[in-house]
């Protein structure tokens, strides 16, 4: 199928869902349990509405901001997916690294502990300058691998550390689980998840998750690093304000795209009770809040900023993409949804990121389920 034919991010998971080996397609497209989070991440978009302005000069509309520092030109990201090559066999992770910057928006990538690439063949597979690249952290139950992790990050260029805080184990994701992991698909930093589990990839790769993570250890981790530090997989208001305590630089309000603890709330519901607090304790200058799970839509995208995330994670509609079409797939799912958030943003009479604000948005919905 012609690329140019396809129109938003749902006709790459409907090809994927078409073309995909059993293997990547029950990885990747599953969530725990009965996967109502998984869809409650989505449905919950479905809740708030806008409330345009009209007569405003929309002529020129700029959807650049900055994340942890950096200039970048879409205020959204690829967030991190393990085992990227069981969709795309040759080329992996390299590809999203292309798709993120061969194009007119350089879209920042975060690498996945368990990538199938090498962070250096990542990193070297970028093509421009521009491009931001995370390393997203799972802390090894060995530490010395992590320490080692951290370095290399340090060494390539890596921008910022995500430090993934919801997986002490994985959640029952049972279309994986009822395949057996294959050994050969082992990711570099888990080389010996050979034949680790007959239960699938996700539990495979969690034993290699260390369980006594606690905050103290992200203290020691903003001691060790001078990259700045993001936590991943924070659920509630109570543990943003902790992170606040503890220094870190942002957070990311995600419940790992519905893969761990079915019956989490939505990560919007979470944003929308966090950010008056944040301001009301004057915190909201402090750290960044970034927003990933179930986003699909310009509009998705465009809520979430009103509501005062700094940038919002995609994960499985780059993976799709990915798999379908490699890197120019990558570059599309990009463009498609640049496109999206400017014609949202022209319709919504917001010329620029930082005109967005709660007063464009009824939440009135946002709580009845
Ligand atoms: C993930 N996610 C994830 N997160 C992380 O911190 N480290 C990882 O290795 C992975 N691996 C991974 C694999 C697959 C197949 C998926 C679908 C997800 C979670 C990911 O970063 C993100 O939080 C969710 O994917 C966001 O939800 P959506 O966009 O997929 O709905």
């Known amino acids: 199928l012609d690329l140019n034919s396809l129109l938003n991010l749902y006709d790459f998971e409907y090809l994927a869902s078409q073309i995909l080996a059993n293997q990547a397609w029950a990885y990747y497209s599953s969530a725990s349990d009965d996967e109502f989070t998984y869809r409650e991440n989505h449905a919950a978009y479905h809740r708030i509405f806008f409330k345009p302005r009209v007569l405003v000069n929309v002529k020129n509309v700029d959807i650049s901001t900055e994340m942890l520092g950096f200039k970048v030109s879409v205020p959204f990201y690829v967030s991190a997916t393990?085992?990227?090559?069981?969709?795309n066999p040759e080329e992996g992770e390299k590809d999203i690294a292309r798709g993120c910057g061969q194009g007119e928006h350089k879209c920042p990538q975060m690498i996945s502990t368990f990538a199938s690439c090498s962070l250096q063949e990542i990193?070297?597979?970028?093509?421009?300058k521009e491009q931001i690249q995370w390393l997203q952290l799972y802390v090894n139950t060995?530490?010395?691998a992590t320490e080692s992790l951290l370095r290399e990050a340090e060494t390539l260029g890596l921008r910022a550390i995500f430090l993934t805080v919801d997986t002490p184990a994985s959640g029952r994701r049972e279309k994986d689980m009822k395949l057996k992991f294959i050994s050969s698909n082992a990711?570099?930093?888990a080389r010996a998840a050979k034949n680790k589990s007959?239960?699938?990839?996700?539990?495979?790769?969690?034993?290699?998750?260390?369980?006594?993570?606690?905050?103290?250890?992200?203290?020691?981790?903003?001691?060790k690093t001078n990259l700045p530090v993001v936590i991943k997989g924070v659920?509630?208001?109570?543990?943003?304000?902790?992170a606040a305590e503890i220094g870190v630089d942002g957070v990311v309000i995600s419940n790992h795209g519905g893969r761990q603890l079915d019956f989490s709330r939505a990560p919007l519901e979470v944003l929308a009770d966090t950010m008056p607090i944040l301001k009301e304790k004057h915190l909201d200058d402090k750290l960044e809040v970034f927003i990933d799970g179930g986003v699909r839509r310009g509009t998705d995208i465009l809520k979430a900023l009103c509501l005062g995330a700094k940038g919002v994670g995609l994960g499985r509609p780059f993976l799709y993409?990915?798999?379908?079409?490699g890197k120019d797939g990558v570059e599309k799912?990009?463009?498609?949804?640049?496109?999206?958030?400017?014609?949202?943003?022209?319709l919504l009479g917001a010329k620029s990121i930082k005109e967005l604000g709660p007063e464009l948005l009824d939440v009135t919905g946002l709580k009845n389920r």
């Open 198 to 223: 007959s239960r699938g990839a996700s539990q495979a790769l969690a034993s290699f998750i260390d369980p006594t993570l606690t905050w103290e250890d992200v203290a020691e981790l903003k001691t």
């Open 187 to 189: 990711p570099q930093n």
């Open 82 to 87: 393990a085992l990227v090559k069981l969709g």
């Open 235 to 242: 659920q509630c208001v109570e543990d943003v304000l902790k």
């Open 123 to 128: 990193v070297e597979a970028a093509p421009s």
């Open 321 to 325: 993409a990915n798999s379908c079409y």
């Open 142 to 144: 060995n530490r010395s």
């Open 333 to 346: 799912a990009i463009s498609m949804l640049a496109e999206e958030l400017q014609c949202s943003m022209r």
